[in-house]
């Protein structure tokens, strides 16, 4: 008899995602979802030790003294939503930029203009880290209470050696004090800063000789991220800030062919980056590239529809071509203001073609390989994490099709119920 302090059982439809435990899915795989009906779910300490039918539970599983037992008759479980590309950290907003692209403004001619990410750097290099901690906090609340239990959050909105480190000390302390579990990126190469914008080759030397080392030599960051766009990072400059933190132990990342086509993808296959990300403008030798090096397109649909792009990924295209693809919400004040990815998923499915059972793998199994979590999180099998959602809902297919509002009824994280009736609970 296994034993058990958490014990969920009769669920509708009880989402494992179980399969491969090497690679991240893609083509075909990405629509097996693995699904036990009337299913149920043991866990033990924080970790799941038990999955199979409610009708196998009472001959293998025993709850302990104390145990916690949750009926999900009706309902649908799901591993916690994993978000692997956010801008979590940052200080004040920007609905006046959200205000002048809908009087006609373009995201880029808004940032030439003063706006744009320099704006929230202002701000952000005066905000203290209580005052950083005090919002992201606030994010990561709202993120947990919409079904997302491990996160990435991206330093770059500093831009100089201070700030940045500032905002992945905020990073750390997010993550220790949890529940979430946040995944530190380096992303220092987010813009040019603009006491430097005359010399950009100043900055890019600065990124390689001073912060990535200082980031490396103190952990404070898994990935390294780079915008590689027109305007702010070359394919060139990107490759060698890559290469260099790679060198130190920081896994590549790219925000890739995000509002031009650079041959970002292509880049980020070139140098074994772990994702590129956005990929709008991704040609097909970029995503034949991609597929070929194993690299995971994130793919961030909430960007295009908030800044009027009239265009989205080539989802379909990237699946097919053998490119396992993840689903990120990007929040931040600029391109994406919201911190829901089922809103996500929902723009996935509507714009991108993507199916429902797509969609939750890339959220949740993709995106954890997305971040080097993938041993932890993103699937109900046992040995992860007991991180599980409860939705008020018959089946998967509703986190994605009833739009616009919450059907996360409750969250555990580590074996913890932190959201019960929709509601945070400590
Ligand atoms: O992923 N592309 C660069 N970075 C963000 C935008 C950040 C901002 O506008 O503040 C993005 O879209
Ligand atoms: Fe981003």
Same mark, same amino acid.
């Given at each position: 008899?296994?034993?058990?302090?958490?014990?969920?059982?009769?669920?509708?439809?009880?989402?494992?995602?179980?399969?491969?435990?090497?690679?991240?899915?893609?083509?075909?795989?990405?629509?097996?979802?693995?699904?036990?009906?009337?299913?149920?779910?043991?866990?033990?300490?924080?970790?799941?030790?038990?999955?199979?039918?409610?009708?196998?539970?009472?001959?293998?599983?025993?709850?302990?003294?104390?145990?916690?037992?949750?009926?999900?008759?009706?309902?649908?479980?799901?591993?916690?939503?994993?978000?692997?590309?956010?801008?979590?950290?940052?200080?004040?907003?920007?609905?006046?930029?959200?205000?002048?692209?809908?009087?006609?403004?373009?995201?880029?001619?808004? &940032? +030439? $203009?003063?706006? =744009?990410?320099? *704006?929230? /750097?202002? %701000?952000?290099?005066?905000?203290?880290?209580?005052?950083?901690?005090?919002?992201?906090?606030?994010?990561?609340?709202?993120?947990?209470?919409?079904?997302?239990?491990?996160?990435?959050?991206?330093?770059?909105?500093?831009?100089?050696?201070?700030?940045?480190?500032?905002?992945?000390?905020?990073?750390?302390?997010?993550?220790?004090?949890?529940?979430?579990?946040?995944?530190?990126?380096?992303?220092?190469?987010?813009?040019?800063?603009?006491?430097?914008?005359?010399?950009?080759?100043?900055?890019?030397?600065?990124?390689?000789?001073?912060?990535?080392?200082?980031?490396?030599?103190?952990?404070?960051?898994?990935?390294?991220?780079?915008?590689?766009?027109?305007?702010?990072?070359?394919?060139?400059?990107?490759?060698?800030?890559?290469? &260099? +933190? $790679?060198?130190? =132990?920081?896994? *590549?990342? /790219?925000? %890739?062919?995000?509002?031009?086509?650079?041959?970002?993808?292509?880049?980020?296959?070139?140098?074994?980056?772990?994702?590129?990300?956005?990929?709008?403008?991704?040609?097909?030798?970029?995503?034949?590239?991609?597929?070929?090096?194993?690299?995971?397109?994130?793919?961030?649909?909430?960007?295009?529809?908030?800044?009027?792009?009239?265009?989205?990924?080539?989802?379909?295209?990237?699946?097919?071509?053998?490119?396992?693809?993840?689903?990120?919400?990007?929040?931040?004040?600029?391109?994406?203001?919201?911190?829901?990815?089922?809103?996500?998923?929902?723009?996935?499915?509507?714009?991108?073609?993507?199916?429902?059972?797509?969609?939750?793998?890339?959220?949740?199994?993709?995106?954890?390989?997305?971040?080097?979590?993938?041993?932890? &999180?993103?699937?109900?099998?046992?040995?992860?994490?007991?991180?599980?959602?409860?939705?008020?809902?018959?089946?998967?297919?509703?986190?994605?099709?009833?739009?616009?509002?919450?059907?996360?009824?409750?969250?555990?994280?580590?074996?913890?119920?932190?959201?019960?009736?929709?509601?945070?609970?400590?």
């Amino acid at each position: 008899m296994i034993q058990a302090d958490l014990i969920i059982e009769g669920a509708a439809e009880l989402v494992t995602l179980r399969g491969n435990s090497i690679r991240p899915r893609r083509g075909d795989e990405m629509r097996n979802l693995t699904i036990v009906r009337q299913g149920a779910l043991a866990a033990r300490r924080g970790k799941i030790v038990w999955v199979g039918p409610t009708a196998d539970l009472l001959t293998s599983v025993r709850p302990m003294a104390f145990s916690r037992l949750i009926d999900a008759y009706g309902k649908t479980v799901l591993p916690g939503l994993v978000d692997p590309h956010t801008h979590l950290v940052f200080a004040g907003t920007r609905e006046n930029e959200f205000r002048m692209r809908i009087q006609g403004k373009t995201y880029l001619e808004i &940032a +030439a $203009a003063g706006g =744009g990410i320099n *704006a929230t /750097v202002a %701000a952000t290099r005066k905000a203290s880290k209580q005052e950083l901690k005090a919002a992201a906090r606030k994010s990561l609340d709202r993120m947990l209470a919409l079904g997302t239990t491990t996160v990435e959050a991206k330093s770059g909105y500093g831009l100089d050696v201070e700030t940045e480190l500032k905002m992945l000390e905020v990073i750390g302390e997010l993550n220790e004090e949890g529940p979430v579990t946040v995944i530190p990126t380096f992303m220092g190469a987010h813009e040019i800063p603009p006491e430097l914008r005359q010399n950009p080759e100043a900055y890019v030397d600065l990124l390689i000789t001073r912060m990535i080392p200082e980031v490396a030599a103190r952990k404070l960051a898994r990935f390294c991220d780079v915008f590689c766009e027109t305007g702010v990072f070359s394919v060139e400059q990107s490759e060698r800030i890559c290469r &260099a +933190a $790679a060198d130190l =132990g920081l896994e *590549a990342r /790219v925000h %890739a062919d995000e509002l031009t086509d650079l041959g970002g993808a292509a880049m980020a296959a070139r140098i074994n980056a772990r994702t590129a990300d956005h990929l709008l403008f991704a040609n097909d030798d970029g995503i034949r590239q991609m597929a070929a090096a194993g690299v995971i397109a994130v793919l961030l649909p909430g960007t295009p529809y908030f800044l009027h792009m009239q265009r989205y990924a080539r989802a379909r295209d990237m699946i097919a071509a053998g490119v396992p693809v993840a689903l990120a919400t990007d929040f931040n004040p600029g391109s994406c203001m919201t911190e829901s990815l089922p809103l996500i998923l929902n723009l996935a499915c509507t714009q991108m073609r993507m199916l429902p059972a797509e969609a939750i793998t890339a959220a949740t199994v993709n995106a954890a390989w997305a971040i080097g979590e993938e041993d932890c &999180a993103g699937s109900l099998e046992v040995g992860k994490q007991a991180d599980i959602l409860v939705l008020d809902a018959p089946n998967h297919e509703h986190l994605c099709y009833h739009f616009g509002v919450n059907l996360v009824e409750t969250v555990v994280k580590n074996g913890k119920v932190v959201v019960e009736g929709g509601h945070r609970v400590r």
